[in-house]
């Protein structure tokens, strides 16, 4: 089973300034299988990039996704008072059976 | 517009049943497998498992095998997770998620259902 590690759990930030969130899977994975979504205080979840590079529809380029093998990053530049959430990642897996895993979270705060 | 609708908040005691569900529109039910991901209270987001509603093909994640089932009624569109004994620390919030065409994330999700769990 494959498990995914966020870094940091929280983070401190200010509007304006550009984070790099990580994601570590505990083996290589395809990029095309890695995703991450948003969770704000009280609502559901949302899909930001989707194949480790592209971004949703309707997700502002200020947020971008790269990596490969293991190491994965969200990028979010000039953070906006709206991008302070929870930021997950997740897996998809086949072997043995469809799998989906996510990471703990990463939470941004101001 | 696809849409996950999910069944109301429940609150049971310890040890009774629960049934919640999960209606889809906005697309061809049967082609789309359904997830639940389970959110404990403060926590991250947990896979629980997957049913294909074409034919109720069902995997569960470890983590939950033998503690909850799937079912899945195509006729009404209709996805189900079911608990027949709860324990309070089933206490969560529910979600559904319908994976996308290569089922490797999910775009939709439902809106969620709380249930809680308490003598």
């Known amino acids: 089973e494959i498990v995914l590690t966020q870094s940091p759990g929280t983070l401190s930030l200010s509007p304006g300034e550009r984070v790099t969130l990580s994601c570590r899977t505990s083996?290589?994975?395809?990029?095309?299988?890695l995703a991450w979504y948003q969770q704000k205080p009280g609502q559901t979840p949302r899909l930001l990039i989707s194949?480790?590079?592209f971004r949703a529809t309707g997700i502002p380029d200020r947020f971008s996704g790269s990596g490969s093998g293991t190491d994965f990053t969200l990028t979010i530049n000039r953070l906006e008072p709206e991008d302070f959430a929870v930021y997950y990642c997740?897996?998809?897996?086949?072997?043995?059976?469809?799998?989906?895993?996510f990471g703990q979270g990463t939470k941004l705060e101001i | 517009e696809v849409q996950l609708v999910q069944s109301g908040a429940e609150v049971r005691k310890p040890g009774e049943s629960l049934k919640i569900s999960c209606k889809g529109s906005g697309y061809i039910f049967p082609t789309s497998w359904i997830g639940w991901v389970r959110q404990m209270p403060g926590k991250g987001l947990e896979w629980m498992g997957i049913?294909?509603?074409?034919?109720?093909?069902?995997r569960y994640s470890p983590s939950f095998q033998g503690q909850v089932n799937f079912s899945a009624d195509k006729s009404i569109n209709t996805a189900y997770l079911h608990w027949s004994s709860l324990k309070a620390s089933d206490t969560a919030m529910y979600y559904c998620v319908r994976p996308n065409a290569g089922d490797t994330f999910f775009d939709y999700w439902g809106q969620g259902t709380l249930v809680t769990v308490s003598s």
């Open positions: 997740q897996h998809f897996g086949t072997s043995p059976s469809l799998m989906y895993t």
């Open positions: 194949g480790a590079y």
């Open positions: 083996q290589s994975v395809g990029s095309s299988r």
């Open positions: 049913i294909n509603p074409s034919d109720s093909d069902t």
